[in-house]
């Protein structure tokens, strides 16, 4: 088959981990094209596909595309110029137009569109592609809805736009993939048709086992860490958005220090994004700038969890995360918000789980995790066993699934 994946944007996020999962998971077998939108710089997601296409096979460049015919065993990989995140008529109707010429040029076998507005723009494009029809010559359209947009705090009338698109595009989709029973239920209620919705949940292959001081001393070596020596270390791996509650953890922070002495507690926010400069303006105006630290994105920064000694993720909106899954499977105790499919991983067995957007209550939960670290290594131990139920290569095997049942229907 050819199999073209299409996404918003390549900074590395949980959306991009999964289209380069898919695309090298299927690069062996079939011909792989990755499509990305926010095309100005060379993005993460870009410089991950050409590395494994180094490793594996080969590629080539033309008219834009990085070995378009290339053939099973390597990914091409197409910028698009006009798919962007935020909204923008003008723009969206170009990228409309940029994917309908690029489905009509390759021709493949099914679009896997990837994010919200990948999704919506991406089966739009359909529409244009054979003059008169609602279908993209013989593709076959699959979209994964990372968690409904529609589910963030967005303002009413945005909320309601996104809920209609989502509702009148999915018409144009063959298969809707989400990731966890709540994405289904939701979606559902959005008016979605049930026979459209299939849950498959991500999967992970587990990062090498670390030991914990030898974890740390490769991070102080790469990034200077002298911050993990003595002192309890608290991480979160999250880009800098909205979505991600960060806001509210630096604010449980500052709940955290007018209760007790927090020298020897630190946190460590690894990502990079558009709220940067609102949170360090945070962390200036609360007077954590030793306590709270943002050194940006680290490459597999996963790699390195075992270095710390609890993971909390407070997030307003998820799907299912990478983040939490690889710190279940490094061992690493957890907080986490119960939004999206994040309670299917993390509950009172597993972790903590706690109310989005409530700084007082993630406050007094890491408060709790300090004075129990022996229940909080038991749960972390359950984690560790329960995440051996997400392999990739199930998420992998049900995915080509789908793809084969559309191709042969």
């Not at 949980?14 to 939108?37: C, S």
């Not at 003595?230 to 709940?255: D, H, Q, R, S, W």
């Not at 993630?362 to 670290?373: D, E, F, G, M, V």
Request: with cysteine.
């Amino acid at each position: 088959m050819k199999i073209l994946f299409v996404i918003t944007q390549g900074e590395w996020g949980g959306a991009q981990k999964y289209v380069f999962d898919l695309a090298t998971g299927n690069a062996r077998d079939h011909e792989v094209i990755v499509a990305i939108g926010e095309s100005r710089r060379e993005t993460e997601l870009e410089k991950e596909l050409k590395r494994w296409t180094l490793e594996h096979g080969t590629l080539n460049r033309g008219q834009g595309v990085s070995n378009m015919e290339h053939g099973a065993g390597s990914i091409g990989i197409v910028k698009l110029n006009n798919l962007k995140r935020n909204i923008s008529p003008f723009q969206d109707i170009l990228a409309i137009f940029e994917l309908s010429r690029l489905y009509k040029k390759l021709k493949p076998d099914i679009v896997h569109l990837n994010s919200t507005k990948a999704g919506i723009i991406g089966s739009i494009a359909k529409f244009f592609h054979v003059p008169g029809s609602m279908v993209c010559g013989s593709s076959s359209t699959v979209y994964t809805a990372h968690g409904w947009v529609f589910n963030e705090p967005l303002k009413p009338c945005t909320k309601w736009l996104y809920r209609t698109l989502e509702k009148f595009t999915a018409r144009n989709k063959d298969k809707i993939i989400v990731l966890s029973n709540f994405d289904a239920e939701v979606g559902q209620k959005a008016g979605i048709p049930a026979g459209k919705l299939v849950k498959i949940p991500l999967g992970i292959n587990p990062p090498p086992v670390v030991e914990k001081q030898k974890a740390r001393e490769k991070l102080c070596g790469i990034n200077n860490y002298k911050l993990l020596i003595n002192n309890f270390v608290i991480v979160t791996i999250a880009n800098l958005y909205p979505t991600k509650g960060l806001t509210i953890l630096i604010e449980a922070v500052k709940k955290i220090k007018d209760m007790i002495n927090i020298d020897n507690l630190k946190f460590v926010i690894i990502g990079e994004g558009a709220e940067r400069n609102k949170l360090e303006a945070l962390v200036q105006n609360y007077n954590l700038a030793n306590t709270i630290f943002l050194p940006g994105a680290v490459v597999n920064a996963a790699e390195y969890l075992p270095a710390f000694d609890l993971f909390v993720l407070p997030s307003l909106k998820e799907g299912l995360p990478y983040t939490i899954m690889e710190a279940m499977a490094a061992g690493v105790p957890i907080i986490a918000t119960n939004v999206g499919g994040v309670s299917s991983l993390i509950d009172e067995t597993t972790g903590k789980s706690i109310d989005p957007g409530d700084s007082e209550q993630l406050a007094s939960t890491i408060l709790w995790a300090l004075k129990n670290p022996g229940e909080t290594k038991k749960r972390a131990a359950r984690a560790h066993e329960k995440i051996k139920e997400y392999p990739l290569a199930k998420m992998l095997t049900e995915t080509s699934a789908i793809y084969r049942k559309l191709r042969n229907s």
